[in-house]
């Protein structure tokens, strides 16, 4: 049986904390990228077609901008299907379990150790 590995795309504003995030998931998955540079939000989401997006910002609030830029700038992110998967602070717990339930996010994360 041929087991389909899934694309992860780990999205953040600080190199030190996306590659934080990427050494974990590369314990167990091969295909992790990183993208650091908010100008090419919507190039490496289109290049790297993941199956699930990271969103690794130390403010909830970024995360937003940035998952809603991604919509305004990449052509395929419509029809491209994927799961988001934002990591969130203690202190924004609460407003991230809102944002899953609006359908703003899939799930989140309770991460930043």
Known sequence: MIRCEPRILVATDTLADGELV??????DFGSVFI????????ADFDQHRPDVLVLAFKELE??????????RHS???HTHSHRTLVLCSQ?????????CRKGYFDDYVLFWP
């Open 62 to 71: 970024r995360a937003e901008r940035y998952y809603l830029g991604l919509y």
């Open 35 to 42: 993208s650091t540079a908010e100008a090419r939000i919507a």
């Open 22 to 27: 990427a050494d974990l998931l590369r314990d």
């Open 75 to 77: 052509p395929i992110v």
């Open 91 to 99: 202190d924004d717990v609460r407003r991230a379990y809102a944002l």
